[in-house]
């Protein structure tokens, strides 16, 4: 049974495939925390905007105490689901001088933000957020931060584009220079690959983007795409 079988909605195959996947991602270890550790952030999301009135219950919230986590994270984790407004460069600094490692803050950011991406898609096709997975592969974290990282002026540290990025900004962004946006996640390289394969697939992909022309949806032109996106951006108050 596909993911999406419960919508009349035509889905691409390579949507479900891609958004089965990232659910799955909740449940595996990342670069800064476990597979149990990272499911309990998810949760801890769901359960803000549940609570908040933004979605509607799957029943899986109560998975928010199911691994022992700083208040500290547990607060990102929620202001980021209730749509990150208040978070600026003294939030960033606060919640580190509180105990959060910078990389744990991308991580943490990143985790909840695909969430929140894929609890809108479902709603916006009718169907409820699909339940999160059972812990895999529950490893200890590496922790390991990119040697080539460095303060660009973003929030936290980031890999440069090629060829100051060296091999994995060569991975991650490809030879040409990367949008700031593409590269906000790099700190944590997993984190940003899976920021941009969504980006890659449901937007335009970096040889594709400044193509004014083209649409990646039958339904809208790019001008219509934008003028959708930009309204978004508004009311998200996205200083992007």
Known sequence: MSLYSDTNLP???????????????????????????RRAIAAEARKARV?????????????????????????????????????????CKKVQVEGLSEGAYVEIVGLVARLAHLDVF??????????????????????????????????????????????IALELFGSEPAPNIVRSLSLVPEEA?????????EYFSAETIFDLTRSSLR?????QMELVAAKISALNQCFY
């Open 122 to 167: 479902a709603r916006g096709i009718g169907v409820s957020s699909r339940q999160l997975a059972e812990p895999q592969e529950d490893k200890a974290p590496s922790m390991q931060r990119p040697a080539v990282a460095r303060q660009e002026g973003f929030f936290t540290a980031s890999i440069p584009s090629a060829p100051e990025g060296g091999e």
């Open 11 to 37: 889905i691409p195959s390579s949507f479900e495939s891609l958004h089965e996947d990232e659910l799955l991602s909740f449940a595996r270890p990342g670069t800064w925390g476990t597979a149990t550790q």
């Open 193 to 201: 690959r899976r920021l941009n394969t969504v980006i890659d697939m």
């Open 219 to 223: 339904a809208l032109s790019r001008p």
């Open 51 to 91: 609570e908040a009135g933004m979605q509607e219950s799957v029943g899986d919230e109560t998975l928010a105490e199911s691994a022992d986590l700083p208040e500290v994270a547990r607060r990102l984790a929620r202001d980021v689901a209730l749509a990150g407004i208040g978070i600026d460069r003294d939030y």
